[in-house]
């Protein structure tokens, strides 16, 4: 076993300042790498030049897979995952631009290991650099003001659902949901919506207290327990956005991981293909809903396949990862060729979308800057996108770093000591990370006031003095 893989609380103290420092020293030796290897592909041709990237690409996700984890495995998974699911979406994503004679490709797949590296050494911060506070016994953790605010927002998302289907029906169950669900967004405004999707985080409080409660469950309380799951699941289906669907799965499955004291690296592995799986059903699902509208002009390109059906399937598979990266990709072309990089623009935009009236989205804005034409809403511009947005090549290292730490400082406090508060705020921070390269974080609201409710749900956890 190297010294990467070691259980360090079990090391002594010099040795495990030891391991934290190689860990530091070979990701800065990979992020110097990639400057390197960038001028020296210069003269090679596109094609050698994407290789070059997603080798390094590569070595960036090994890295972050060689990272230790500080009890068991599953204190390593958050920065794991992240690094598959970027893997899929910023590195062999990029590939069908390439194909297509897009060299801003290229820089995508660099722009993406550089940014898992920033977001591994914030991690390493937050984990590491970041005292916990004193341990908390089981005991000590009282959850009956912590209940009632669950409760709360549990009413208030049923009175939105109701409210929802009310006025626009159920926009999953038509055939043009892509485009009437924005329809219905404007009649019932973004705060029915923010509401209705918050009922998600009182099940997951629930969630983490089912798996983290040492009495036996009954058959009765896990008939609830899946029921609200369900009712839960089914609730953020009827406005018809695939994204929540994948974000609440995401979700339960970090909370059982961050409530479970052993996971090997094997499930691990598996529950890391099952969310690119996932990803690719969400992205066959939207192509499959576009020919029952006859809107054959988005899958026209992959007609020519159609008399090799492995080489279609892998050109199919290819486009879905291609199609969340499309932001990124035109975020290039934008910024600052046509606007200037806004300098923290992004975050004003996401917080005016809490005022009355219609406040435009980023990708909504981006939409227009581009001069792009289509129906539904914006441009999602994916959280690397809208890092470069803000503040350029600084903005890839400034945001992943950000983002890392804060992970890693909730997955120290979940290691110290798992409550329920500290388990679903370290699995909602890592779902939103992994998600955002899908669909953006910042020009997303629903993340962030979704994440201001988890918190003041999580004020709620009292701690007994003993």
């Known amino acids: 076993m190297t010294i990467l893989s070691v259980d360090q609380n079990n090391m002594p103290k010099r040795r495990r300042a030891l391991a934290l420092h190689v860990q530091i020293v070979i990701i800065f030796a990979t992020l110097m790498a990639c400057p390197a290897i960038y001028l020296f592909t210069l003269n090679d041709t596109s094609l050698q030049r994407f290789n070059g990237a997603i080798v390094f690409f590569v070595a960036a996700v090994v890295v972050?897979?060689?990272?230790?984890?500080?009890?068991?495995?599953?204190?390593?998974?958050?920065?794991?995952?992240?690094?598959?699911?970027?893997?899929?979406?910023?590195?062999?994503?990029?590939?069908?631009?390439?194909?297509?004679g897009n060299p801003n490709a290229i820089f995508i797949a660099y722009a993406g290991g550089f940014a898992l590296l920033t977001l591994a050494l914030g991690y390493l911060a937050g984990k590491h650099f970041v005292r916990p506070g004193p341990k908390i016994a089981?005991?000590?953790?009282?959850?009956?003001?912590?209940?009632?605010?669950?409760?709360?927002?549990?009413?208030?998302?049923?009175?939105a659902t109701f409210y929802f289907v009310a006025v626009g029906g159920i926009p999953a169950?038509?055939?043009d949901a892509l485009v009437y669900r924005f329809e219905v967004r404007q009649r019932v405004s973004s705060y029915v919506i923010f509401m209705l999707r918050s009922g998600q985080l009182p099940v997951y409080f629930m969630w983490a207290m089912f798996l983290l409660s040492t009495t036996r469950h009954s058959l009765q309380q896990k008939f609830w327990?899946?029921?609200?799951?369900?009712?839960?699941?089914?609730?953020?289906?009827?406005?018809?956005?695939?994204?929540?669907?994948?974000?609440?799965?995401?979700?339960?499955?970090?909370?059982?991981?961050?409530?479970?004291?052993?996971?090997?690296?094997?499930?691990?592995?598996?529950?890391?293909?099952?969310?690119?799986i996932g990803i690719l059903v969400m992205g066959f699902g939207r192509l499959?809903?576009?020919?029952?509208?006859?809107?054959?002009?988005?899958?026209?390109?992959?007609?020519?396949?159609?008399?090799?059906?492995?080489?279609?399937?892998?050109?199919?598979?290819?486009?879905?990862?291609?199609?969340?990266?499309?932001?990124?990709?035109t975020?290039?072309?934008?910024?600052?060729?046509?606007?200037?990089?806004?300098?923290?623009?992004?975050?004003?935009?996401?917080?005016?979308?809490?005022?009355?009236?219609?406040?435009?989205?980023?990708?909504?804005?981006?939409?227009?800057?581009?001069?792009?034409?289509?129906?539904?809403g914006g441009l999602n511009l994916t959280l690397l996108g809208e890092s470069y947005a803000d503040f350029g090549v600084f903005g890839l290292a400034l945001y992943p770093f950000i983002y890392g730490t804060i992970i890693g400082l909730l997955v120290r406090k979940v290691e110290h000591s798992p409550t329920p508060a500290?388990?679903?705020?370290?699995?909602?921070?890592?779902?939103?990370v992994c998600l955002g390269s899908l669909t953006g974080l910042l020009a997303l609201s629903n993340f962030w006031i979704l994440g201001g409710f988890a918190f003041y749900i999580s004020l709620g956890e009292r701690i007994r003095r003993p």
């Open 64 to 100: 972050c897979w060689a990272l230790p984890a500080v009890r068991g495995p599953r204190f390593g998974y958050p920065i794991q995952a992240i690094s598959v699911i970027w893997f899929f979406i910023y590195g062999l994503g990029a590939k069908e631009w390439l194909i297509r």
């Open 138 to 159: 089981p005991d000590q953790i009282s959850t009956r003001a912590l209940k009632r605010r669950m409760m709360v927002f549990l009413v208030l998302s049923v009175l």
């Open 173 to 175: 169950f038509r055939p």
């Open 225 to 276: 327990m899946w029921g609200a799951i369900g009712l839960m699941m089914f609730a953020n289906f009827i406005p018809g956005w695939r994204n929540p669907l994948m974000f609440i799965a995401m979700n339960l499955v970090f909370i059982y991981i961050f409530s479970t004291k052993h996971m090997k690296s094997a499930r691990i592995f598996l529950i890391s293909a099952g969310s690119v």
């Open 288 to 329: 499959y809903r576009l020919s029952l509208t006859q809107e054959v002009a988005a899958i026209s390109y992959f007609s020519q396949f159609n008399t090799d059906p492995i080489r279609m399937f892998f050109h199919w598979t290819s486009a879905q990862f291609s199609n969340y990266s499309f932001g990124f990709l």
């Open 331 to 376: 975020a290039l072309d934008v910024f600052p060729k046509l606007v200037n990089h806004l300098n923290g623009g992004v975050i004003v935009t996401t917080l005016a979308t809490m005022l009355p009236g219609k406040q435009e989205l980023l990708d909504e804005k981006l939409k227009k800057w581009s001069g792009l034409d289509f129906d539904g």
């Open 422 to 432: 500290r388990v679903t705020l370290a699995a909602f921070a890592t779902s939103s």
